[in-house]
């Protein structure tokens, strides 16, 4: 495992030539600023929200790898005060879907702050956060002594066709797609490394009903108190040293969990997809991409009559996706 | 002169917040000693002994290490009360804060509650075979056992060491006269207690003693007091909860007003960054509480919860942060659920008769190889789940999980039988939310029915038959812990409307009402001849009981309904 771990750092090690910094703010990071990490491409039209967001949320510095967009976004965050922006033109397959460009800016400027790294689609929920900013939740897990926090990926999806409503820039995505599938998920343990290999939701259901064993995974661990040791295997799913993945309780109790709302499914989905299918830069050969495509065209629409409604952190503690675990 | 309440503060961080709590006690007429940790550096204490250079009634006292768990508290608690007693003679109680505390009501109530028991020590103080809350199996121990290595910084040698101890049974020996006693750490004492405390005689025997004791904090003067107090009122002033790990719950802005409602004087600990709290229970305005009692129970249950929570979980929740080793579940599922086994075989409307007769949901057979059966055919149920078999049987365990958990508050009923996907079969045997009844055997009467082959129902009757044995053999294994109920086919039909009532009556619970309707049962007249081919063919269908090939079950059946069905 310790082999695995330094190939993966060696790796985002020799990747980080292929990271040119448009806008290089890292100075300004103070020893107790939450950071946040994130790959994108031509995502221009989300990042106005997705700024507003994590900023309310409490996040000091935003560290961004652009890769490769021509939609004016790498302009959009070169001129933002906290965010330090780099840019590659190089393959995010061959990064391992950017994970190696992620793996080398954490282990430079992640070093002993809290990290959260999600992808512009992706909005952190966690217990209270609709009362507390994420430095109590860093603080208490602080005070945990707990290093790593999971966010089971939660797929969004608007009611009725999913191109029918206009996403334009600046809106709350959870607005349009703020309908769930809050209880067909499938748990196993991956014997390796440690972590929760979570499936389902509607791009299980409906996608992958024929391979269930194809469908994307769900768990993330997306907040981790970074040490330079670190790497994340393959997206934010699990990380070495595997510890930072038992994210679990075993013994019948309930950690504290959060969730990632994934707003994927707007109506920039369709383009997306084709564009990722001609460039083949995903997982599986972007497998995933052409299923939805397939799907898609003869049924736009996730909704079904068993969805829920989206409503706060709340109800999706109730419901048993996420949990307080001992954190009143 | 100065105000009779003397605060003692011991501080180590977030020194705005400390100095605005200072401030607001020596506001309120108290004097102050406040006691820094010594791994505070120089920069910052002289820093915040310039703050506060212009209160009069506060003093400095010298200052120790404190590491969590070790004497350095006491040690502060000592020299920081020691200064208070000189330096303000009219103080008569000694009321001992963090930084991190914050008065909830305003502190003339707490200088006046004080002053109307003025020979009452608020401290917790219980014996050690009393106290459940302590953490790490160290309760008595922490008393008999030395240690040397630091909990937080050497962990191993720490265990290693307790271990060591414990094995050769080396004990050290309580001093004499004392009993030692456990309580919150946080405590407030009179001027006599604390001044006879201070100067016992024999302090530096129990100083010595105690500077060996795991967390001596939460035993020091909870132990002493008792040679001395007149008066012990076992209870803490500062609300100051607990978890699990044994480290304190923490207070942030949502709970305003939860605290506002506990009464209590003193809350520890508090966010740093909980603006709302500060600025609330700070401010001049602090609306006077009339003398009530303190009464926290609303937070200690919100915590006792958050404990539970954490501890045991939710039953029957499988998610990203509970997954539970086999056997540590507290329970498979999360509520009671009903299996049927050959009853739909049997009666030809069975679903749409127990529906009527339980008002419970009833499904077919959801773990058929065809489809999930869901209650009306749908393709999609509770929680989204999908009638796909193959995303089913992909997870078929957290599929009955899932469907269980989704749909609490209403009990699922459905069908299952040798013909569907056999893996949650030892599950569902060792669940004892679920009830299990068999009619064993009762597979055969479809094929029976249908319109096959024979060569073609004997191959499916020996696989049937096979499959329904290995099921029951789970459903007899000394695991099994649902409640079941097995029939063979032929006892069954003796006597149907006997067993369909016991079933129902254990579901219902409290209605229990006769059943006015039976569901109609197939025709079997033939039946025993089948079974007879099936046996000249070689097969030997034996689990549904003895079948005479000359009876007729369905003359004998009607004569048996006719009483159930007059009211």
Redesign the interface.
């Known amino acids: 495992m310790r082999l695995r771990r330094k190939r993966w750092r060696w790796r985002a090690f020799r990747k980080r030539r292929q990271l040119t910094p448009v806008a290089n703010r890292t100075a300004q990071i103070r020893s107790s600023d939450i950071l946040l990490f994130s790959t994108f491409r031509n995502e221009d039209v989300r990042l106005p929200y997705f700024l507003k967001y994590y900023r309310e949320m409490g996040i000091d510095h935003f560290l961004m790898v652009d890769n490769a967009s021509d939609d004016g976004g790498r302009e959009y965050l070169a001129q933002q005060p906290d965010v330090s922006l780099w840019t590659t033109d190089h393959s995010y397959k061959r990064a391992r879907f950017g994970v190696d460009w992620l793996n080398w800016l954490q282990s430079r400027y992640g070093h002993k702050h809290w990290c959260l790294t999600v992808d512009p689609d992706e909005f952190f929920i966690y217990p ?1 956060c609709d ?3 994420i ?2 939740l860093t ?2 897990l602080d ?2 002594a707990i290093r790593s926090f ?3 990926l939660l797929d969004m999806y608007p009611k009725g066709r999913i191109d029918e409503t206009l996403y334009r820039k600046g809106d709350n995505p959870l607005d349009i797609a703020s309908w769930f ?9 991956n014997p390796t490394y440690g972590n ?1 290999w ?2 389902g939701g ?1 791009r ?2 409906l996608f ?6 194809r469908a994307p995974a769900l ?1 993330k661990i997306p907040l981790v108190k970074w040490h330079r040791r670190y790497a994340y295997i393959s997206s934010t799913h699990m990380l070495l040293p595997r510890g930072l993945n038992l ?11 959060g969730m990632l709302l994934h707003t994927k499914f707007l109506d920039t989905f369709g383009a997306k997809a084709s564009e990722e299918l001609s460039r083949s830069q995903h997982y599986a050969a972007s497998q995933e991409y052409k299923a939805y495509a397939a799907g898609l065209k003869d049924n736009p629409d996730l909704w ?4 829920e409604k989206y409503i706060n952190w709340r109800q999706l503690e109730i419901l ?9 | 002169m100065t105000g009779t309440t003397g605060i003692v503060m011991l501080i180590h961080t977030a020194f705005d917040r400390a100095e605005q709590v200072l401030r607001h006690w020596h506001k309120g007429g108290c004097p102050v000693v406040v006691h820094v940790d010594r791994s505070v550096g120089h920069a910052d204490y002289q820093a915040f002994v310039q703050a506060v250079r212009d209160l009069p009634h506060v003093r400095f006292s010298k200052r120790h290490r404190c590491e969590w768990g070790t004497w350095g508290i006491v040690a502060a608690s000592i020299s920081a009360s020691e200064l208070m007693l000189e330096a303000f003679p009219d103080v008569r109680h000694v009321f001992l804060a963090s930084g991190s505390c914050m008065p909830l009501r305003p502190v003339k109530e707490l200088v006046k509650y004080l002053r109307d028991r003025p020979r009452t020590d608020f401290i917790e103080s219980a014996t050690t075979a009393d106290v459940p809350w302590t953490v790490g199996g160290l309760d008595e121990e922490r008393f008999t056992l030395r240690f040397p290595f630091s909990w937080r910084k050497q962990r191993w040698m720490f265990d290693k060491w307790v271990e060591i101890q414990r094995r050769y049974n080396l004990r050290r020996s309580i001093p004499d006269g004392i009993t030692p006693h456990m309580g919150s750490q946080w405590w407030c004492l009179t001027r006599q207690t604390l001044s006879a405390i201070l100067q016992d005689p024999r302090r530096s025997v129990y100083d010595s003693y105690f500077s060996k004791v795991w967390i001596p904090d939460e035993s020091y003067f909870q132990t002493l007091v008792r040679l001395y107090s007149q008066n012990v009122e076992s209870r803490s002033l500062t609300l100051s909860k607990f ?3 044994g ?1 304190p ?2 207070f ?3 709970h305003l007003q939860l605290l506002r409602r506990s009464d209590c004087f003193v809350a520890r600990k508090i ?1 740093p ?1 909980a603006n709302r709290l500060y600025d609330t229970f700070l401010s001049e305005s602090g609306d006077a509480m009339n003398g009530t009692e303190p009464n926290p129970g609303k937070i200690d249950r ?2 006792a ?3 539970e ?6 039953a029957g ?9 086999e056997n ?3 329970g498979f599922s999360s509520a009671r659920y009903s299996v049927f086994e050959g009853f739909a075989e049997l009666f030809e409307d069975f679903e749409s008769w127990l529906a009527r007769a339980t008002g419970t949901r009833v499904h077919g057979h959801l773990f058929s190889p065809l489809r999930a059966e869901f209650d009306g055919r ?9 009638s ?1 078999p ?2 089913r049987d ?2 078929a365990r ?2 009955l999980t ?1 469907l269980i ?2 749909t609490r508050g209403e009990r699922q009923c459905f069908q299952f039988g040798p013909g569907d996907s056999q893996f949650v079969s030892w599950d569902m045997a060792k669940d004892p939310n679920a009830q299990i009844s068999v009619i064993s055997g009762a597979w055969a009467v479809p094929l029976f029915l249908s319109n096959r082959n024979f060569g073609d129902l004997r191959a499916e009757a020996a696989e049937l038959q096979k499959v329904e044995a290995e099921h029951l053999h789970a459903l007899r294994s000394p695991y099994a812990k649902a409640r079941i109920r097995i029939w063979t086919l032929a006892e069954f039909v003796e006597a149907p409307m006997e067993a369909l009532q016991t079933v129902i009556d254990e579901i219902g619970g409290v209605r229990l009402k006769r059943l006015t309707e039976a569901p109609r049962m197939v025709d079997l007249k033939g039946f025993g001849q089948f079974l007879q081919n099936l046996k000249n063919q070689g097969m030997h269908p034996y689990l549904m009981g003895d079948f005479p090939v000359e009876r007729s079950p369905s003359n004998a059946r009607t004569s048996r309904r006719k009483p159930y069905l007059v009211k």
């Open positions: 209270f009362t507390r900013p430095r109590g603080d208490w005070a945990s999971s966010a089971m599938d809050s209880g067909n998920y499938s748990i196993y343990r929760l979570i499936q509607p299980s259901r992958f009903e024929d391979e269930p064993w768990n994210t679990y309780d075993e013994w019948g109790g309930e950690k504290a969990s079904c009559k068993w969805s048993g996706l996420m949990s307080k675990g001992n954190w009143a | 978890d699990f790990q480290k719950h923490i942030y802005d949502d966010w960054q919100i915590f919860k958050a404990t929570r954490r501890t045991r979980g939710r929740l499988y998610m990203q942060s509970r997954l539970p080793n540590w579940e507290n749908q393709d999609t149920y509770a929680g989204a789940l999908s796909n193959q995303l992909y997870n957290m599929f899932n958990w989704n």
